[in-house]
Structure formats: structure tokens, C-alpha cells
């Protein structure tokens, strides 16, 4: 089977159960082996996704704001081992924080989006760049610069605030002007959330069906996570990095080279599969996207999509175990049986080895639910499809994405048992604590 064809295999069993949201493009040794809308970019107007159409890309816009960096120290126009004071005055010079320490995560500046109220309350409130850095500037390190690796989106709000003191410019224009217009990305720039942007997705979360999520203000993400771009425009990215079209070569691989652990400047370097794999994740309010780069096999994986449950990270590391022949799972057919023995199976259901961490089966209409927390610890509701039934154990999957559920039962209708396959394709046990019945 050729590579091409295994591709397709993979994404005909994803596909028919509606298991794809957004656009995915997938290039190897020069040529797009794949480059495809799945889903709706908008629901309420029936607008499908294309490959051209644009997503908000979250953190991947870091690699952007790191490029932009590196383009000032060539131009000397700064230096990467400058403190970030000589560049913003009103920061204070707090234990030597460098520009080179916001790149590469290791500054130990407080991450603004991990203060309790951020997802409750600020990140629905607009804020200049300014205001955003007053907000954390007087806060106390959580360790010494360069002394260990703290995820920080403070640090790229800083290097946002520095590209456009020493360039004279916005960062959006910035990076009009210096990597999106140069390079020919004509679908690529910042959303600030007031500019009427043609194409741009429509971002949803979930809850029985699409619902919308939370809103951000986009005022302040910048070179943070505030860009959008589409799956072509990136892979012409990613193609502009393997040049010298932006940056010279002394200067991208001390950008591309980890300082403490795996993170780089804007990039994880790490090993997927027994190759090195340069690859960064973004989400934002309805938005999940992943880049791979397994550059010394040429091989570009870009994933965008518009759904927020999508498990864009696990799917798309499972298209590059399908390129390289390593083992994948396909997701059976979502082939309806009739089952209506609904109310024995509701309940929470606590998973061994997992604190506080529990699964709700509820029936609503003649349908079983699953809630179940993901990523953040936030909740989903998905409606159960049966799939297979016997005396002693009955089968759903899920609708939306891949999970599976099996209920092992006695004779008499009680459960012994719940096998709960998560989308990962980790299995954990779970026992059933309570009846919850119609909901």
C-alpha cells in the first residue's frame, strides 16, 4: 500500500463518523500528499472548510513572533541577550530577564492566562499591550531566569512590545511588512477581533451539539497567540524556514536549538516516533491547530480546526504514524443497533487511578450522554451511539470524536464494570457509583 493510499484509509475511517473538523494538509518530500476541508467553518450559514480557509492558529503565531525577534538582532536593531528593560523602560529589570529568556520560556515571568481569573473574567475584557504588561510586571518571579522552563505567555507579550518599540511599527505590521507579504502569505496576519476578516472560521465548542465558546477579546494576544493563517499559507511557511529567505543560517539554528529542555524559540524540538520533530500546538476559544515539521524526513504535518474537542494533537500524530507504517486505529463504523435498555446504564462512573475524576452517563430523549472532562479540565457532553450488544457487555461510541464505551452486566442488568477507551487510545476502568436516570 502506497503512502498516498494508507493516507486515505486512515482519513475515509475518520471521516464517515464525522470525526474531522477544519482543514488538514499533509506534504511529504516536496509534494501534498493531502490538502482537505473537513467540517463546517460556519454553521449557522452552512460555510464548509476549504484549504483555504483561515483559523486563528493560537501559539503556533510564537514561531512567528520569535522570527520576528531574530529579524531585529540581525538587523542589530537589538540584541537577544539584552535585558528587556533597555527596550521597555516601565519593566522592571527583575533579576536580569533577557530577551532570550522570553523566547525560549525560561524568564520565570508569571503566565498571565494562568492567573485564576483569566478565563472567567479578563480574557473577556479589551486591554492595550501596556495595560496587559502592567498587569504582571510587579509580580514576583517564579524562579531565576534561565534557571528552569516555565511555559509563559507573559514573555511573548513583552517580545510583542519590543518589536514594535525598536521597529517603529505595530506588530501586526511588522510582520505584514517583514514575513507575510515577502514570502507571498496573502492569507496570514493578526486578528485583533475588530477587522472584518473574508474566510476566517467561525470557532465552536461542544455540548450535546456545536455550541459557541467562551469569547476572547482579541485586543491584546498579539504575538502572544493572536494570529490566523491557512493551511497553504503555512506549509509556504514552513518551507521559508528550511531557506535563508527571512533569516540567516547562524541565526535560525541558534533560533531552532532548545535552552533548557525541549523548547526552542517559538518551537518544541523533541522525538515523535524515533525522529526529531519540530512541532508547536495553539488554541484559543473554539480554535485547536498543530504543526509538525520532521524535517530530516521531509515530512509536514499542518492540522487546523474550528471545533475545540477535536483532538487535533493525538490525530494528527496519528497521520504521521500512518506516513512512517507505524501502527495506527481506525474507528469502526458508527453502525446503529437498536438498544433501549437505557436506564441501567446511567450513573457516575469513577476511573481506577484517577483522583476525583469521573465519567456521567445520562439518558435524555431515548439517547445516552457521556460528560466527560478534556483538555483543562473542562466538560463535554456527547451523545452515545450503541454499536454492539450481548448478554454480558454493551458498546457506544461516542459522536464528534473517537471514544469508546463498553458496560460489562450481569444476567440481571447490573454493571460490573465500565471500559472507557478514551480518544488517545488509553483504556481505563471505571466502576459505577450512583444512578442518575433521565435527565
Known sequence: MTVEERIHHWFESYERNGYLNGSILVASNGKIL???GFGMANREHQVPNTPNTKFRIGSITKAFTAMCIFQLHEKQKLNITDYVSKYLPYYP???????????????????????????????RLPSSLHQLIDSFKEQDLDFEPGSNYGYSNSGYALLTAIIEAVSGMSYAEYLQQHICLPLGMYHTGCDDGVKVIPGLASGYSFWEEPIHPAHPDMSFPLGAYGMYSTTEDLLIWDQALQ???????????????????????GWMITELFGRKCMHHFGDISGFFSDFLRFLENQVTIIFLSNLNVTPVTHLSREIAKTIFEEHVTFPPPADRIEFTKLDFLTGSYFIENKI??????????????????KMYGVLYKFKLTPVSHDSTKTTFITETIYEQLTFYHSASGEITQLEYTDYYGDIHKACKVESLGHT
Not at 520560556?105 to 492566562?113: E, M, R
Not at 531557506?243 to 524559540?265: D, I, R
Not at 476525583?356 to 472532562?373: D, H, M
Open 243 to 265: 531557506s535563508a529567505k527571512l533569516l540567516n543560517q547562524e541565526l535560525s539554528e541558534k533560533m531552532f536549538t532548545p535552552n533548557l529542555g525541549s523548547y526552542a524559540c
Open 93 to 123: 529589570n527583575r533579576n536580569g530577564v533577557t530577551i532570550y529568556h522570553c523566547l525560549t520560556n525560561t524568564s520565570g515571568i508569571p503566565n498571565y492566562t494562568s492567573h485564576p481569573d483569566f478565563w472567567l473574567r479578563t480574557m
Open 356 to 373: 476525583n475524576i469521573s465519567l456521567e452517563v445520562s439518558a435524555k430523549n431515548q439517547e445516552l450522554y457521556l460528560t466527560v472532562p
Open 34 to 36: 493531502l490538502n482537505k
